[in-house]
């Protein structure tokens, strides 16, 4: 690579940022690994990372009253996003869901069993095919969870009132999915 009039230096220099911007571009490609899980953070959640930047900072905001870590929330919002999406439904239900199941608490245990975030009883690990999958990890959870309500969204045709109360088990009580639905218009809808 021969670019005539510069010095040498400069010529590796240009070189070398060149490689560097290179190997940025496919590590951005690429999603990346972390102790969460092994769901890899995928930042093609957002359209673009304005998109990306604005609803981190609201719902970080709406959650800063429940989970006082900045880093920990940013981080649980962008995995409730890219869990909710992959399964095609809206990250504010699944942060509704998530608010009334467990208050947040990744380590949250019901008195029927229940497991995590999302309360997913342990006997989804086994019909979802993971049978040791480790409810407490964060990503895990998430995926099951999320995975649990699509396919009750699928079984009553995408009624979801009807399908929340499938979720929580309370089939036909009108209590659970009322009480999501209060909590996604007190603090995860758009005002």
């Known amino acids: 690579m021969s670019v005539p ?3 040498s230096a400069w010529r590796l220099r240009t070189l070398g940022l060149a490689l560097w911007a290179l190997a940025q571009a496919s590590s951005a490609a690429a999603p990346t690994a ?3 899980g092994h769901i890899p953070i995928h930042r093609d959640a957002f359209p673009n990372r304005f998109a990306a930047e604005v609803w981190l900072a609201d719902m970080s905001q709406r959650l800063s009253v429940l989970v006082p870590g900045r880093r920990f929330r940013l981080r ?4 409730v996003r890219y869990a909710a999406l992959r399964e095609g439904l809206r990250p504010r239900v699944v942060l509704a869901v998530i608010e009334v199941e467990s208050a947040f608490n990744p380590y949250a245990i019901s008195p029927r069993g229940a497991l995590g975030l999302m309360q997913v009883m342990p006997f989804w690990t086994k019909r979802l095919g993971e049978p040791t999958a480790n409810l407490f990890r964060i990503r895990t959870n998430l995926r099951m969870g999320c995975h ?3 396919h009750y969204l699928n079984r009553h045709r995408g009624d979801l009132f009807t399908a929340l109360a499938a979720y929580n088990g309370s089939n036909g009580l009108p209590y659970y999915p009322d009480r999501v639905y209060r909590v ?7 005002q």
């Open 34 to 36: 972390t102790p969460w």
């Open 5 to 7: 009039g510069l010095p």
């Open 184 to 190: 996604f218009h007190a603090r995860w809808f758009h």
């Open 148 to 150: 649990i309500l699509r």
């Open 76 to 79: 649980l919002l962008e995995d």
